[in-house]
């Protein structure tokens, strides 16, 4: 399937023309019907520019619904087995949302609060400050049980805590806005970076296909690209679509929780990197490979050496990545019969041969020419 790409078109039409089974995250942003019928004024008499696009106009609440209930079916019908959805809204269109999700079988994991730190004011003064929005996150059905969820990625990107279903989050404001030259927003409801980042961060595997069938100016596919997981927009307003391109083509650098990864399943027993070299399984003077190309020398006392630099695989590779982090055994491979294998599995192999104690470790996994320094 094309990734990485932005459709123009009506999502209604354009999901229909998706295979079943195929994306593994939906995030959705939809008109939300504010129903906004005069102007709002701020005390200083200044026209407050709320959200009185024509995309955001329904007829009635029966057309409304009538018009989610639509996609949210093909939503459904696209989604793995194992993939979710998210849908955020308001006070506004949330709560029939949700009626209309459950009656399409989706079964709610989550509904997180966004908590805006910086919420416009009730300019009438006759209502509290609206300070929230609301998102579902669901999976397909009470039966599917094989969602993402990175509980451990989470609490390590909440300083080791658990993170609750409140998000405290500002509204898209500053250099993350998108301008027109005349300095106005481009979109009225651009949400911000942040927001996506947690839901992809959250809920997806690098390299997993996010689609976002309200694409406006992007946000999500921006968020994808920087964790290094693939997107597809659908918008129908063909200057929002080029704005979105424009912002997910200037990306040029990642976040640096791209390279985390969730440990899932089979938890591997600690086998120090120099193990490896006892056994045989890589020789001294070996280079081991990153996928973005560089390469480290392999010392005897099994660090790695690295331009100036000598360390742990683990080190080095957070050097190499700029992050605070790195997963060694996840990040670097060897050179293996012409090809690269990564290091975690000559790891499983020395970890099988040892439970089989069967005298020695698969051939296979031996180098075949091994550079000695
Ligand atoms: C709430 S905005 C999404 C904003 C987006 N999350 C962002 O950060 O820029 C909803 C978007 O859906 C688009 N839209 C409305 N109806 C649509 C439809 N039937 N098919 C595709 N896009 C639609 C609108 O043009 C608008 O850009």
């Known amino acids: ?67 989610c209930a639509a996609w949210l079916k093909e939503c ?24 209309i999700m459950l009656n399409l079988g989706f079964w709610i994991l989550n509904d997180i609060t966004w908590h805006k730190t910086n919420p ?50 500002g509204l898209c404001t500053g250099d993350e806005r998108i301008r027109g030259e005349d300095g106005k927003k481009a979109h009225s409801t651009q949400k911000p970076e942040e927001l996506l980042k947690r839901v992809i961060l959250s809920t997806t595997k690098p390299g997993d296909i996010v689609l976002d069938p309200f694409f406006g100016t992007g946000t999500t596919g921006a968020a994808a690209k920087k964790l290094k997981r693939n997107f597809i927009g659908i918008e129908k307003e063909p200057e929002y679509a080029a704005l979105a391109k424009n912002r997910i083509d200037g990306i040029t650098a990642f976040f640096p929780e791209s390279c985390w990864e969730e440990e899932n399943g089979e938890k591997k027993a600690k086998v120090p990197f120099e193990t490896l070299l006892k056994e045989q399984l890589i020789m001294a003077g070996e280079l081991l490979y990153a996928r973005s190309g560089a390469a480290a020398v392999v010392l005897p006392d099994g660090r790695l050496e690295y331009k100036d630099h000598a360390g742990s695989i683990h080190r080095i590779g957070a050097l190499i990545q700029q992050t605070p982090s790195c997963n060694g055994w996840k990040f670097w491979c060897v050179m293996r019969d012409g090809k690269l294998a990564p290091i975690d599995d000559l790891r499983s192999e020395y970890l099988k041969t040892r439970n089989l104690a069967a005298g020695g470790a698969d051939k296979k996994c031996r180098p075949s020419d091994p550079l000695s320094r």
């Open 1 to 67: 399937m094309q990734t990485n790409i932005i459709i123009t078109g009506d999502c209604i039409e354009e999901l229909k023309k998706f295979p079943g089974g195929s994306i593994d995250l939906i995030f959705a942003d939809p008109p939300y019907n504010m129903q906004l019928k005069n102007p709002l004024y701020r005390p200083d008499s200044t026209k407050v520019n709320g959200v009185n696009d024509e995309w955001d106009k329904f007829a009635s609440f029966s057309e409304y619904d009538e018009f």
């Open 76 to 99: 459904r019908r696209i989604l793995k087995d194992s993939g979710a959805i998210w849908v955020i809204g308001s006070y506004h269109n949330i709560f029939r949302i949700g009626n």
């Open 120 to 169: 416009m004011p009730n300019f009438l003064g006759k209502r509290f400050t609206n300070a929230t929005e609301t998102l579902l996150w669901c999976s397909k059905g009470e039966q599917y049980k094989k969602y993402t969820f990175n509980h451990k990625i989470m609490k390590k990107y909440n300083g080791d805590k658990q993170m609750t279903s409140v998000w405290r989050i």
